[in-house]
């Protein structure tokens, strides 16, 4: 097939085998199913409650079975054929002979939900009926286990509540009666969370009425089937937490000051986030229910014959893993680093490197492999204190943790020693907060920061939300002017005969350097390629590039990160993906490789360019209100999971687009809030993920964020673009804002961010350009890295 041809053309081929369409496929459908299972965290297994007995008798409470939550809402809503809730998957158990289910109760539960959702109340936002004591009193005669489902929805564009009753973090009122209600009457209870994020645990943790408890997450189009599979036992969990579940909101750093103004957020816990913080601050260790890593299996492991070396740079830990139960089952082995405490302070532990086995049977044994660079240790000292604007090892020694949690580990029989202070890195500093007054130590106390700004920002005034691509006659304006005042205007020098266009196929078929294809163009149509384009076909994101004068394609966009999302007017019908959360929980980044390939199948075939996914920002807080689209409070597994992530997409020649960059962990007045955060915090948490991610796998585009960062909008932040992820990472592709933020596209522009969406403000840059603060080079430079992303589509 001819380049670009998909992308340019309609209808859409299939791609699947025997002319089928792979979009939805059965096996696109049973990779999430076996995802699902594989990212459910069992967090309570008591009284060998779980699996379910076959035969055992079930009453399954609360609305939650029916109004079943697969993923977030904004840009992680999907378009299905169908979704699978949690009912209908015990039911498909119940016709196996596993079960048996109580059908009346789960029919006045179903009435209840259809009723709300007539009323206009939307899914996961129902309320929680009342139970009707003679139902419940049937329901006790029918069985003597119960199980609760518990239901919650979140969305782009808010933050969730952490008030007590709120029916948010915590239970509602009405929840809680029905908690109540079921464990007076039942025996034997097990609770199923359909959550997107970090919720209360109390309630149940040390509740002997409560034997188990699944946290399900929100599991995509077959996450009920894949929560009865569990509780059945034809599958058996293995996914292990990538966030701490503390004892109660206001029990976790952020939460403090979370809500202090909607203009900034200030990162006082520096470094301290999750499990950073609750393994290393005095006192907060014992305000943990279930640390970070931890997740109960229905079968048993031991990790031992631990070894530890280093060797050319690097760090190389193995052990055997040996299944010691009686079922299948993987296992996750987990390192640690415990660094010297130094001058700069760290924290206890930090995640170094993980391995998930493959599926073990009874009495099998698998030896795994871990191995980081010995300089991925070292820390950032941003004041100083060792040697300023530098990544350090600190003399000491560093000793290493292998287990299956941040706290069931066993040390390692290695020890790195550093004999003295030794610089790995030699930066400059970068994006350095100028409104932070404080951070914490490792000791829980606070340094003082200096501040050197009032907390002013500069906003585009002429911000309009929704703004359509347009195209107008500015494009021809300006010719080969770089814009600069009484500038004579220049001609194109080309490999052409003199009147001959140039297309972007000569480029790609190397007849002739894409510097030439660019000296062509007018200043109006280069500023053209930088802005949002209309949508085609089944898009509704937008596309880039679109000027068919010069054979460039436009190329269309789709939002994630659950999924290739098409409005429903569309009649296309895709695969819902568990949420992000989910998938880093399976701890299994070969898995995850295997979704985006499949998720980038699915854009392919519906003629869309770029996934925008992943989504990777940090979970700094449980508030958040796209915490499901993001995978963890810690920065590593964030990274690698985010790197497969992309590897997958684009090894079908798709582009990814890792998202928000940076510090996007409040959703409230998120296109003006200033996110304050020191430079050490914004390098070891809040960007390392990205930087694995492009290191690792090179993502064709990156989005940067709507927030302010220290002071500035990212998107405008030369020093973060240019500086940061292009001159030290090494990032080549092509950055685009977030869809209609506020920031000013000339400003954007000479910081390197590329492309503006949905669209851009085409008059203000070439007025820009006219008063000389933008130069013809720099949007020439721009506008190079979208045709070079757009080279890359087959």
């Known amino acids: 097939m001819k380049k670009w041809t998909r992308i340019a053309h309609q209808p859409c081929l299939p791609l699947g085998k025997d002319g089928r369409l792979v979009t939805a496929c059965e096996e696109h459908i049973a990779l999430s199913l076996a995802a699902a299972e594989e990212g459910m965290v069992l967090l309570k297994n008591e009284e060998g409650l779980l699996p379910f007995a076959e035969g055992t008798r079930l009453a399954l409470f609360g609305k939650g079975q029916i109004d079943y939550v697969r993923g977030g809402g904004g840009s992680g809503e999907v378009t299905t054929s169908y979704t699978r809730n949690i009912c209908e998957g015990l039911k498909r158990k119940e016709k196996e002979g596993k079960v048996q289910i109580f059908d009346a109760l789960s029919a006045f539960y179903e009435k209840n939900v259809r009723e709300q959702y007539e009323n206009g109340v939307q899914i996961g936002q129902t309320a929680e009926p009342e139970i009707p004591d003679q139902l419940l009193a049937s329901a006790r005669s029918f069985a003597d286990t119960a199980v609760v489902t518990i239901c919650r929805f979140s969305g782009e564009g808010w933050d969730r509540k952490g008030i007590p009753g709120d029916g948010d973090f915590y239970l509602s009122p009405q929840e809680q009666r029905m908690v109540e209600a079921v464990k007076a009457a039942f025996p034997r209870v097990a609770v199923v969370l359909d959550v997107g994020g970090m919720v209360d645990s109390s309630w149940f943790k040390d509740d002997p009425a409560i034997q188990s408890v699944l946290l399900a997450w929100q599991a995509g189009i077959e996450g009920g089937l894949a929560v009865a599979d569990i509780l059945c036992g034809d599958a058996n969990p293995s996914g292990k937490l990538t966030d701490t579940f503390a ?330 993906w568990p949420c992000a959360t989910l998938l880093a929980c399976t701890w299994n980044p070969q898995l995850v490789e295997q979704i985006g390939a499949a998720g980038a199948m699915e854009m392919k075939e519906n003629n869309l360019g770029v996934w925008l996914t992943p989504a990777m920002n940090i979970h700094r807080s449980p508030l958040c209100g796209r915490n499901f689209e993001y995978y963890s409070e810690d920065p590593l597994i964030t990274g690698k999971m985010a790197a497969a992530m992309v590897r997958g997409i684009q090894s079908r020649h798709i582009g990814a687009s890792v998202k928000h960059f940076c510090c996007n962990n409040k959703e409230t007045n998120r296109k003006e809030s200033d996110s304050r955060v020191s430079e050490r915090a914004l390098r070891e948490i809040y960007l390392k993920g990205f930087e694995i991610a492009v290191k690792e796998a090179q993502p064709w585009t990156l989005m940067t964020c709507y927030n302010l960062v220290n002071g500035q909008y990212a998107s405008e932040r030369k020093d973060l673009l240019a500086g940061i992820l292009r001159a030290e990472w090494g990032f080549t592709g092509m950055i685009t804002t977030d869809w209609w933020n506020k920031a000013y596209q000339y400003k954007e522009i000479i910081a390197g961010n590329d492309l503006k969406m949905g669209a851009g403000e085409p008059d203000r840059v070439l007025e820009a350009l006219r008063e000389g603060k933008v130069s013809r080079e720099e949007i020439a430079s721009c506008a190079k890295r979208v045709l070079e992303t757009i080279l890359k589509f087959d």
Request: proline share 6%; glycine share 10%.
């Open 247 to 576: 004892g109660s909101f206001e029990d976790y750093p952020s939460s403090a000051h979370f809500n202090d103004s909607e203009d900034y957020v200030e990162y006082t816990e520096d470094i301290y986030v999750g499990y950073r913080y609750f393994e290393t601050i005095p006192g907060a260790a014992s305000r943990v229910n279930y640390p970070f890593g931890f997740g109960l299996s229905y079968t048993s492991f031991s990790i031992d014959q631990i070894t530890g070396e280093e060797r050319d740079g690097r760090i190389h830990l193995s052990a055997c893993v040996t299944n010691t139960g009686d079922r299948a089952g993987k296992e996750v082995v987990q390192a640690y680093v415990q660094a010297p405490q130094g001058k700069l302070g760290k924290p206890e532990r930090a995640l170094a490197a993980f391995a998930k086995t493959r599926l073990l049977a009874p009495g099998e044994t698998q030896r795994v492999f871990l191995s980081f660079e010995t300089d991925s240790l070292a820390s950032y000292d941003d004041l100083g204190k060792v040697a300023k604007s530098a990544y350090i090892m600190e003399a000491g020694e560093y000793r290493f943790h292998l287990g299956n949690s941040v706290r069931n580990t066993v040390p390692v029989p290695f020890v790195h020693t550093e004999m003295t202070d030794r610089i790995t890195k030699q930066l400059s500093e970068r994006v350095a907060p100028v409104a932070l007054p404080s951070r914490m130590l490792a000791d829980g106390s606070f340094e003082m920061l200096p501040v050197t700004s009032d907390g002013s920002r500069d906003i585009n005034p002429a911000f309009v939300e929704g703004l359509q691509p347009h195209k107008g006659s500015w494009r021809d304006e300006l010719a080969f002017s770089t814009g600069k005042p009484g500038e004579k205007e220049g001609a194109p020098e080309a490999s052409k005969a003199a009147g001959e266009r140039l297309l972007l196929q000569d480029v790609a078929e190397g007849r002739c350097s894409l510097d030439e294809f660019v000296s062509q163009l007018t200043n109006g149509q280069l500023i053209d390629l930088l802005c949002g384009q209309p949508n085609t076909g089944v898009a509704n994101t937008f596309g880039m590039g679109n000027l068919p004068e010069y054979g460039v394609p436009n190329v269309m966009t789709a939002d994630g990160p659950a999924g290739v999302r098409i409005q429903p007017e569309m009649g296309v019908c895709t695969t819902a």
